[in-house]
C-alpha cells in the first residue's frame, strides 16, 4: 500500500519509525468516562422491609402529603396516586397519606405512603404515630422499623455504626412521583379502577 | 508497505529440527528483502556468523511466530533484529476473541485474508521430512529450500493485507513492534529453559504405574472417596456433608468435580488440595509428555498471545509450570546455581486501582495490604487489625476483592468465603460502597465492550466482543490483558539486561544465575518488573515478593507440598524393597 492508498484508507503514516523501546510514547492513554447514562425508570412505593435500613429525605420538598387510592389484591397492595379533581369524588375510598422519599443501604430511593393518623383516634392510630415518628427519626439516622403486635405499634432499630450519610437520586420530588406512579395513576372516572368501586364492570 | 518507514523489510523463516525439550537446530533459512526482491537461501552450512541482512533500527524483519526465527538466531549466536513484526501477534490482535476455523497458523491467516497457499498437508509432508533429520539428498534439500521460499514469498502479500489493520490505531504499528519485541523476549526465554532434576523426573517415570495406586492408597486414606481407582461421587458427597463443607454444585445438584472448582476450593481449604493433586495426576499429567533436553532443562513453546487476554498458552503437559503444582518439585537449579521465583505482589488490584483511577483502592494498594485495608474501611476490622490478628476477614475480603474483578456473584462468592450467599451479599455492597469509582468503572467496561465491539490495553492488545462474549470477561478484561502486558515488557526488559529469565509463569518470572550471583539478578529483575508496572500504569510502581532456591535445594510449591511428599516418600519406599529384594 502506497502513502497515497493508506491516507485514502484513513491510515496515519508514520514520519518517523515508531521505536518499540519509547514506552511512554507507545502507551494509549486508559479509556474513561462512561458511554452510558443510567436513566431512573422505577421507584417503588411501598413501606421500609423490616430489615432494611433506610433514611428519609430530609427536605419538606421531598415530602408531600396526598390522598391515594389503595388497591387491595389478594395480600398484594397497590397504590394510586388520585389527581386533584378526583379527590371530591373519591373522598371516602382514599387514604390519607404522608408521602416520604426513602433511600436503602443498596441506594434504592422509594416513596413511603405512611397512613396519617385518623382525626377522630380510630383504630390503628398508633401504628400511624409510631410509623411517622420513625420517619422523622429517619432524617437524621439510618434505622429499620418492625411491626410490633402487642404494641400495636411500629418498634424502631437505629444503626449503632456509624455509616456513610445516604445518596439520593439527583431528581426532583415532582419527577421522583412521576416516575413512581407512572402506570398507577387515577385521572379519569373512567379509570377501571373508579368503575370497579361504582360495580361498573 | 512502500511508506514503511524503514530502509529495508526482509521477511525470514528458517526450517529446524526441535527435538522434545533441546534448542532448535536449524537446517535452513530463507530470507526476501520485501521492495527490492534480492533473497537469500542458505542451506544450514552455509548459514554465516552474522545475519545476511541488516537488523539495525532502520531494517524491519518480518516473520510469522517470529519466536521460532529468532530462537535459530539465538542458536546461531546472531544478534538479534531491533525492530521485529510478527505477523503471527497481529493476526492473533486482528482476530482476537473471534472463532476461527481453521486455527492461527500461517495457512490460516492467509486463508482469512484472501491469499493463495499449499495445502495442510503439504505443509505436514515437508514439515515432517524436516523434522526426519539428515543426511537429505540433493533434492531433499532444494525441496526444503523451496518450501521455506514458499512460506517468506506469501509473507509480503500478507504484511500488505494486514497492514491497514495494524495501523488502523494511530500507535498501532509501534505497538505492533512492542509485540515483536516481546517475541525476542520469547525466544530467549525459550533458549535458557528451566532447570530440571532429571534423575527424580526418571524415578517418577519408572515408578508412575504402580505409583498411581499407591497414591491413591495413600491419598483416599484421609478422604475414603475412592473404591479401587474409581472416585466415588457419593463418597465424596458424603465426605463433604460430615465436615459441613459447602462445595459448588452442578445444575444436577451434585458436587461440582470440575479442576477448577478443587482449585478454587482447595485455596479455602487446603485439606483438599492433595485430592485435587491426585485427581489431576490420575486424569491428566503425561510424565512422558514433560519436555526435558538433553541438558536438563525444561523447553517448550511459550505460545505468546494464545489466550485471549494475551497471556501465553504453553502445553500443560509440556510445561514444568502446568497444573499440577507439586510437579514443580522438579525444579531444582544445576551444581553452584540458584533459581529465584519473582512474583508481582497484589498485580490485578493495582492495575484496576490505577486504570479506574479510584483514589481510595489506589491507597490501599499502596497500603501494602488492600485486602486489610479494604477490611477497615468497610468496617469489618478494627483500625489496629493485621494479617495476623484478623488472617480470616482478610482472606475473605481478598477474594471478594478479586471476585468482583470479573463480576463474581453472591453466590460464587459465598462458596469461597465460606459464608451465606447473604454474607457475600453484604460484602459486595461493602465493596461496592469503598470503592465506588472502580465499581463504576467496571460497570462502565461491560458497557464500553458491548457498546463498542471492542476492548483493549494500554499497549493496544484488543478483544472483539462477539454474542458469545461473557459480560465477566470484558469486565475482567482489562486486569488480564493488562496483567499480560506487563509481564511481557518485564520479560523483555530482563532479558534485554542480559538477566537469564527461565519462564514466565502467570504473573511471576522464574529467574536463574550463579548461587553467587542470584541476589543481583533478582535486583535486575526487580527493577525491571518496576519499570513494567510504571509503564503500563503511567507511573505506579508494584513492588514483588522473591523466593530464591539454590542448590542442592528445589523448588516447592506450597500447594503441592503434601502431594510431593507422599510421592517421593513412596518411591523411597519402593527402592528400599528392591535393595532388600
Known amino acids: ?201 | 508497505m512502500r511508506d514503511l518507514p524503514f530502509r529495508e523489510v526482509w521477511a525470514v523463516d528458517f526450517e529446524f529440527i526441535s527435538a522434545e525439550g533441546n534448542r532448535p537446530v536449524p537446517v535452513c533459512m530463507v530470507a526476501r528483502e520485501l521492495r527490492s526482491a534480492r533473497l537469500f537461501r542458505l542451506w544450514q552450512d552455509e548459514l554465516p556468523e552474522a545475519p545476511p541482512f541488516p537488523v539495525d533500527e532502520g531494517a524491519l524483519l518480518v516473520a510469522y511466530m517470529a519466536a521460532a526465527e529468532l530462537g535459530c538466531f539465538l542458536q546461531l549466536g546472531w544478534p538479534m533484529p531491533a525492530r521485529i513484526l510478527d505477523l503471527y501477534t497481529e493476526f492473533r490482535a486482528q482476530t482476537n476473541g473471534i472463532k476461527l476455523p481453521l486455527g492461527r497458523g500461517l495457512l490460516s491467516a492467509l486463508s482469512f485474508h484472501g491469499l493463495p497457499s499449499i495445502t495442510k498437508d503439504e505443509k505436514a509432508t515437508w514439515q515432517a521430512l524436516v523434522l526426519r533429520g539428515g543426511p537429505w539428498t540433493p533434492a531433499e534439500r532444494a525441496g526444503i529450500l523451496s518450501y521455506c521460499q514458499g512460506d517468506v514469498d506469501v509473507l509480503g502479500p500478507l504484511l500488505c493485507r494486514m497492514l491497514p489493520g495494524i495501523r488502523a490505531e494511530p500507535k498501532g504499528l509501534g505497538q505492533a513492534l512492542l509485540r515483536g519485541r516481546y517475541m525476542a523476549a520469547v525466544a530467549r526465554m525459550e533458549h535458557v529453559g528451566v532447570p530440571v532434576d532429571t534423575a527424580m523426573l526418571g524415578r517418577l517415570r519408572a515408578g508412575w504405574p504402580a505409583l498411581k495406586l499407591d497414591l491413591i492408597r495413600e491419598v483416599d486414606q484421609d478422604f475414603g472417596v475412592y473404591e479401587g481407582s474409581v472416585f466415588k461421587l457419593a463418597r465424596f458427597a458424603k465426605w463433604l456433608a460430615d465436615r459441613g463443607m459447602a462445595w459448588p454444585l452442578t445444575e444436577q445438584g451434585r458436587p461440582s468435580l470440575e479442576d477448577d472448582t478443587f482449585r478454587e476450593m482447595a485455596k479455602l481449604h487446603p485439606e483438599v488440595a492433595p485430592l485435587r493433586e491426585l485427581r489431576h495426576a490420575l486424569s491428566d499429567l503425561r510424565l512422558e509428555h514433560l519436555a526435558v533436553g538433553t541438558d536438563e532443562r525444561n523447553r517448550t513453546g511459550l505460545f505468546p498471545f494464545g489466550a485471549r487476554t494475551g497471556r501465553n498458552t504453553p502445553g500443560s503437559t509440556r510445561f514444568i509450570f502446568g497444573p499440577s503444582v507439586w510437579l514443580r518439585g522438579l525444579v531444582k537449579p544445576g551444581t553452584g546455581r540458584a533459581i529465584a521465583y519473582i512474583d508481582w505482589r497484589a498485580q490485578e488490584v493495582a492495575i484496576a486501582a490505577s486504570l479506574s483511577g479510584d483514589e481510595r483502592l489506589l491507597d490501599a494498594v499502596q497500603s501494602g495490604d488492600p485486602y486489610l485495608a479494604f477490611a477497615k474501611l468497610a468496617r469489618l476490622v478494627p483500625g489496629d487489625a493485621t494479617k495476623a490478628t484478623h488472617p480470616q476477614i482478610r482472606e475473605q475480603c481478598k477474594r471478594c476483592v478479586l471476585g468482583a474483578n470479573y463480576g463474581m456473584q453472591a453466590a460464587s462468592l459465598a462458596y469461597r468465603i465460606d459464608g451465606t450467599k447473604a454474607d457475600a451479599e453484604r460484602l459486595l455492597q461493602a465493596l461496592a460502597r469503598a470503592f465506588p469509582v472502580f465499581w463504576q468503572w467496571s460497570e462502565d467496561t461491560v458497557d464500553r465492550g458491548m457498546l463498542l465491539g471492542r476492548l483493549s490495553s494500554v499497549y493496544g492488545w484488543p478483544l472483539r466482543v462477539t454474542r458469545d462474549t461473557r459480560p465477566t470477561a470484558l469486565r475482567n478484561y482489562p486486569m488480564q490483558a493488562n496483567g499480560a502486558e506487563m509481564l511481557r515488557i518485564a520479560c523483555c526488559l530482563a532479558t534485554e539486561r542480559t538477566i537469564e529469565v527461565c519462564a514466565p509463569v502467570h504473573d511471576a518470572i522464574l529467574i536463574e544465575a550463579s548461587a553467587g550471583g542470584i541476589r543481583d539478578a533478582v535486583a535486575g529483575a526487580q527493577q525491571a518488573m518496576v519499570d513494567a508496572s510504571r509503564a503500563v500504569l503511567g507511573g505506579l510502581e508494584i513492588s514483588s515478593s522473591v523466593e530464591i532456591v539454590s542448590w542442592p535445594e528445589r523448588y516447592s510449591d506450597p500447594r503441592g507440598a503434601a502431594m510431593w511428599a507422599k510421592v517421593t516418600a513412596l518411591l523411597d519406599k519402593y527402592e528400599q524393597v528392591r535393595e532388600v529384594g
Open chain 1, 1 to 201: 500500500m502506497t502513502a497515497k492508498e493508506n491516507k485514502a484508507a484513513g491510515n496515519p503514516a508514520e514520519s518517523e519509525t515508531p521505536d518499540p523501546f519509547d514506552l511512554d510514547a507507545l502507551r494509549a492513554q486508559p479509556l474513561e468516562g462512561s458511554l452510558v447514562t443510567r436513566e431512573l425508570s422505577t421507584v417503588p412505593v411501598r413501606r421500609p422491609k423490616k430489615n432494611e435500613f433506610f433514611r428519609v429525605h430530609p427536605d419538606p420538598d421531598y415530602v408531600v402529603d396526598a390522598y391515594t387510592f389503595v388497591h387491595e389484591v389478594g395480600m398484594d397492595k397497590e397504590t394510586y396516586w388520585v389527581t386533584a379533581g378526583l379527590r371530591a369524588e373519591l373522598l371516602e375510598h382514599l387514604q390519607p397519606t404522608r408521602l416520604f422519599t426513602c433511600v436503602n443501604r443498596a441506594d434504592v430511593t422509594f416513596l413511603w405512603p405512611a397512613k396519617l393518623p385518623d382525626a377522630g383516634g380510630g383504630g390503628g392510630r398508633s401504628w400511624s404515630v409510631s410509623a411517622l415518628e420513625a420517619a422523622e427519626r429517619a432524617k437524621t439516622s439510618w434505622l429499620r422499623i418492625h411491626g410490633n403486635k402487642d404494641t400495636g405499634a411500629y418498634d424502631r432499630f437505629v444503626a449503632r455504626a456509624e455509616l456513610p450519610e445516604p445518596k439520593f437520586e439527583d431528581k426532583t420530588f415532582g419527577e421522583l412521583v412521576r416516575i413512581a406512579f407512572k402506570d398507577r395513576i387515577i385521572d379519569s372516572i373512567d379509570h377501571s379502577l373508579v368503575k370497579e368501586i361504582y360495580g361498573l364492570i
